[in-house]
């Protein structure tokens, strides 16, 4: 089962299609009070003797809490519960007095091992205050001093639709949510630590079709990449021609077609400015380099590939529509294009949609690209991520990666995926060519540039992740993550947890 990215009011929908489906609601609590005690436990074996502290509000997520604060005293923990309002819900009421016979009320005189966050649960919106903010303030000095934080459905003071952080919302180590990935845990990942989704059983109630996304994971990435046959040859595992490096932008070139190379494309051609040919012949040499062609591409150029590449270090300078517009005129196969061939139409995605003509198309911006390609500023669309890539993909009629923490994949027809793999590791010069070189490879050998896009940005973002593991931020390169692709190529399925999705924490922080 994979899991949803919705917004609070997604959440609070869902919960309300089970229970009006004949779904109690303290069975749905207790499945999601059990289900985090069981995530808690496994990080803290052996729990005999361990001190926690769980801090319930007034609503059903401090009902959770005291759920919690039970199955963990069952466990041999010793739990202290911080009732820092009365419960207002009857589920709340229940779960609190069937845990009262196992826990303490108060403050623990030690300090604990590991605080609960239960204090707001997604509905809330706006600032922390009174009783809440001051208990969200021992939270966060507990952590300093220590404690591990573990947040129930997400931290309290991070928005779960836009994920605006409140002055002294709670940072937490683990975010324990149910259900469904809120849109806001994606959004402020530093705040949520690692993150683990729970399936408490909505059933098809989490699947409403509100247009919530599906975030995309190892199995869902594993159905769609296609196989290598064991009779595979350089031609069957076909020809990818890129198209840039301006003069001292062979890099970009360099990197897409490695990108390519280590996604099992069967050849590579360079089509980059004079000047960068030699650098693109000593930098890649599995890759044969050309000079641009002074006017259209000759023929044999054009039937050579079975995807064109545009963009990577194509330079922002006069020519580079001119330059884009030959060849798009001249090749009407499949094609992605990233960085400046997108740059090239800013303000008029009219003019490029009409040249792309229907064709599998793949363009790959990251937020300015794709603000300026369109024309609105960039705040909108990162406040819009989740919805602003539909206008783009409609009008081009083409899949769009809007590149970032998450990145968003939309088809044509408005379907769009959520990718979360990935670490700061990415933010740098160049991993938006890896990434093209990546898509471009899956759209040459599988034909659907949808699940080629998803796929690779899944990929890509994995390849950082493995790159990243037990390491800091910083010292990590582009070099590293590219020897991590060969580890994320491998897609046999992982031992099954039970979790709708599990992202890892993130930065050095």
């Keep these: 089962m994979t899991a949803r990215v919705v917004t609070s ?40 003797g361990r001190r926690a502290l769980v801090c319930c509000g007034p609503g059903n997520n401090g009902g959770d809490g005291w759920i919690v604060a039970a199955e963990l005293a069952r466990a041999g923990m010793l739990v202290h519960v911080e009732q820092v309002l009365e419960p207002r819900t009857t589920d ?32 809330a919106q706006g600032p922390l205050r009174g009783a809440v903010a001051e208990s969200a303030t021992r939270i966060n000095e507990a952590r300093r001093h220590g404690a591990i934080v573990v947040a129930l459905d997400l931290p309290s003071g991070v928005d779960a639709s836009t994920g605006e952080l409140a002055q002294g919302a709670v940072r937490a180590d683990l ?67 890129i198209v840039g490096g301006d003069r001292g932008m062979a890099g970009a070139v360099s990197l897409a077609a490695r990108g390519a190379l280590h996604a099992g494309i069967g050849m590579v051609k360079v089509c980059v400015h004079e000047a960068s040919v030699a650098a693109l012949q000593a930098s890649v040499a599995e890759a044969t380099a050309a000079p641009w062609p002074d006017g259209p591409p000759d023929e044999a150029l054009v039937a050579w590939p079975h995807v064109l590449l ?26 992605m294009l990233d960085a400046d061939a997108l740059n090239a139409f800013a303000g008029d995605e009219t003019a490029l949609g009409d040249l792309l003509d229907g064709r599998n198309a793949i363009v790959t911006p990251h937020p300015l690209e794709f603000a300026r390609l369109i024309g609105v500023d960039l705040d909108t669309v990162l406040d819009e991520r989740f919805e602003v890539g539909a206008r783009l993909a409609r009008a081009l009629h083409a899949t769009v990666i809007l590149k970032g923490v998450p990145t968003v994949v939309t088809a044509p027809d408005g379907e769009s995926v959520v990718c979360a793999a990935g670490t700061p590791v ?29 796929c690779a940005a899944w990929i890509h973002g994995k390849a950082g992740e493995l790159a990243n ?13 590219l020897r991590s692709l060969n580890e994320a190529w491998r897609l046999e399925p992982a031992p099954s947890d039970d979790y709708l999705a599990r992202l890892p924490r993130v930065g050095d922080t």
């Design 469 to 481: 593991a037990g390491r800091p931020v910083r010292g990590v390169t582009l070099d590293d993550v």
């Design 426 to 454: 990415l933010g740098t010069a160049g991993s938006g060519d890896l990434l093209a070189g990546i898509a471009a490879t899956l759209l040459a050998q599988g034909g659907d540039p949808f699940a080629a896009a998803a």
């Design 9 to 48: 009011d997604q959440a609070a929908a869902r919960d309300a299609a089970a229970i009006a489906a004949g779904i109690p609601s303290l069975q749905l609590m207790r499945r999601a009070g059990a289900g985090a005690a069981r995530v808690i436990l496994d990080r803290f074996a052996p729990a005999r």
């Design 92 to 123: 709340a009421t229940t779960a609190r007095e069937d845990a009262l016979p196992f826990v303490a009320l108060g403050t623990p005189a030690s300090p604990p091992d590991v605080v609960i966050d239960a204090l707001l649960g997604t509905g």
């Design 310 to 335: 545009i963009g990577p270090g194509l330079g922002a300078g006069a020519g580079g529509r001119e330059r884009v517009t030959r060849w798009l005129t001249s090749w009407s196969g499949p094609v």
């Design 175 to 241: 975010t324990i949510t149910f259900g469904t990935v809120k849109r806001g845990q994606l959004l402020s990942r530093s705040a949520c630590g690692e993150i683990v989704a729970l399936d408490i059983g909505l059933g098809e109630h989490a699947d409403l079709a509100d247009g919530a996304p599906v975030l995309i994971d190892r199995p869902w990435v594993a159905a769609r990449v296609p196989p290598i046959a064991a009779e595979a040859h350089k031609g069957t595992r076909r020809r990818l021609l």
